[in-house]
Nanobody, 117 residues
Framework: QVQVVESGGGLVQAGGSLRLSCEAS????????IGWYRQAPGNQRELVAA???????NYADSVKGRFTISRDNAKNTVYLQMNSLKPEDTAVYYC???????????WGQGTQVTVSS
């Protein structure tokens, strides 16, 4: 199994920054892609950014140029640096881990990000 723990959420004013962390444990050598998703009240969960085991990244159009995803394989941790935050970025942010050993992903419990105007 893979355990996933997110941290780093909080309350910030518009234009501010936050860095989220996603730490994986367990059979981490089986981990492939890791992604950050978010879900605002009344909305579906959506992909924010993802990074492959090889370091390839992709971003939602709404966050391109503002958010950066990075990966520290030695620490089994993925970061999401969020700059120039907007009120519409307010959501619960979840980390999703894909493992080559399992047909289903592993999710963290989520961390709340609130951006005030």
């Amino acid at each position: 199994q893979v355990q996933v723990v997110e941290s780093g959420g909080g309350l910030v004013q518009a234009g501010g920054s936050l860095r989220l962390s996603c730490e994986a444990s367990g059979v981490t050598f089986t981990i492939n892609a890791i992604g950050w998703y978010r879900q605002a009240p009344g909305n579906q969960r959506e992909l924010v950014a993802a990074i492959s085991s090889g370091g390839n990244t992709n971003y939602a159009d709404s966050v391109k140029g503002r958010f950066t995803i990075s990966r520290d394989n030695a620490k089994n941790t993925v970061y999401l640096q969020m700059n120039s935050l907007k009120p519409e970025d307010t959501a619960v942010y979840y980390c999703k881990v894909d493992s080559s050993w399992y047909s289903y992903p592993f999710w963290g419990q989520g961390t709340q990000v609130t951006v005030s105007s």
